[in-house]
């Protein structure tokens, strides 16, 4: 069992710049793999990017490509998502997936664990 909780939300303008943390505790984190995804109001839950267990493996999304930035520290059980040039497109619940395995996955169905999730309010 992985419990996830994610800090770091808020309330920034077009073009600012947000870290968002992902704290995790259980037994087995640092075998589990990690994603980030986002759910705007009436829409879709969204795949934003994903890091593997040894944080060898990386995918990031296609609508934040070349913004956004995962990492992981194994040793401190954190997850973290580094956003730079925000847009209010980025306006969002950002939540925190893990997922057993060891390949890097983006399809939510794949991921196990869920965090409660951190509003992300991009303002223009």
């Known amino acids: 069992q992985v419990q996830l909780g994610e800090t770091g939300g808020g309330l920034v303008q077009a073009g600012g710049s947000l870290r968002l943390s992902c704290a995790a505790s259980g037994r087995g984190f640092k075998t589990y793999a990690m994603g980030w995804f986002r759910q705007a109001p009436g829409k879709e839950r969204e795949f934003v990017a994903a890091i593997d267990w040894l944080a060898r493996g990386v995918i990031i999304g296609d609508s934040v490509q070349g913004r956004f930035t995962i990492s992981r520290d194994t040793a401190k059980n954190m997850v973290a998502l580094q956003m730079v040039d925000l847009t209010p497109e980025d306006t969002a619940i950002y939540y925190c997936?893990?997922?057993?395995?060891?390949?890097?996955?983006?399809?939510?169905?794949?991921?196990?664990?869920w965090g409660q999730g951190t509003q992300v309010t991009v303002s223009s």
């Open positions: 997936a893990a997922a057993s395995g060891v390949g890097v996955y983006s399809d939510k169905r794949r991921f196990d664990y």
